[in-house]
């Protein structure tokens, strides 16, 4: 059973920023929030990991506020090849990731 | 430097069939996975490796599939007999050695099953 709840799907404009959020209510003191990306005929791929406050990198910035119960992935300026699906995951390194049905992001044009 | 390999990337089989996957992880990855994507679902985990161990092999239906990883590197996934709902996308990962699920995997691009 997952963990964590997130949209089903969003749709966006290039161009966009897009925010995607997700709850984690149960997260544990230990746990790291870590967010993948699935293109179609791919195995997803880390994008992103943090632990509290704000984590940015070269593709994306991850949001996560004081009581970690959330946490929200922003893509800035999306294009069309940022069209996938995108799975937050919490977990600590102890216990497996768990996947859930992730976020289906349709980017057009 | 070459990521996670693994073949066949499409393989279609009668019912009762047996049928193998291999996987061939990151150089120095000690850790091994092998998941199970059916379609509009994430990756379910079916066994973890340390290296030629298997430390978590609950989720893996032990009457039809089995696996191995004979000298901690390379490993096979095989399913015997193969029913219609396994048909699916076979996934591996892999990341670096330690007693933990390291949180960064790195997977193939998957298998995809499909069981007449």
């Known amino acids: 059973l997952a963990k964590t709840t997130q949209p089903i799907s969003m749709d966006s404009y290039e161009g966009q920023e897009v925010n995607i959020t997700c709850s984690h209510n149960n997260i544990a003191t230990n746990d790291y929030i870590t967010w993948y990306q699935q293109f179609p005929s791919q195995g997803p791929r880390f994008i992103i990991q943090g632990y509290k406050t704000k984590v940015t990198n070269e593709v994306a910035s991850l949001f996560i506020p004081a009581d970690r119960k959330s946490s929200t992935l922003s893509l800035p300026r999306v294009s069309l090849s940022d069209t996938a699906v995108y799975y937050c995951l919490v977990g600590s390194g102890n216990t497996p990731l768990v996947f859930g049905k992730g976020t289906r992001l349709s980017v057009i044009a | 430097e070459a990521g996670v390999v693994q073949s066949p990337r499409y393989k279609i089989i009668e019912k009762k069939q047996p049928v193998a996957f291999w996987c061939n992880p990151i150089s120095g990855h000690n850790t091994l996975y092998w998941y199970r994507q059916n379609l509009g679902q994430g990756p379910e985990l079916l066994i973890r490796?340390?290296?030629?161990?298997?430390?978590?092999d609950s989720q893996l239906p032990k009457d039809r599939f089995s696996a191995e990883r004979l000298k901690g590197v390379d490993s096979t996934l095989k399913i015997q007999p193969a029913e219609l709902g396994d048909s699916a996308v076979y996934l591996c990962a892999s990341s670096p050695g330690g007693a933990l699920y390291y949180n960064e995997q790195f997977f193939g691009p998957g298998t995809r099953l499909t069981v007449l």
């Open positions: 490796y340390e290296n030629e161990e298997a430390v978590d």
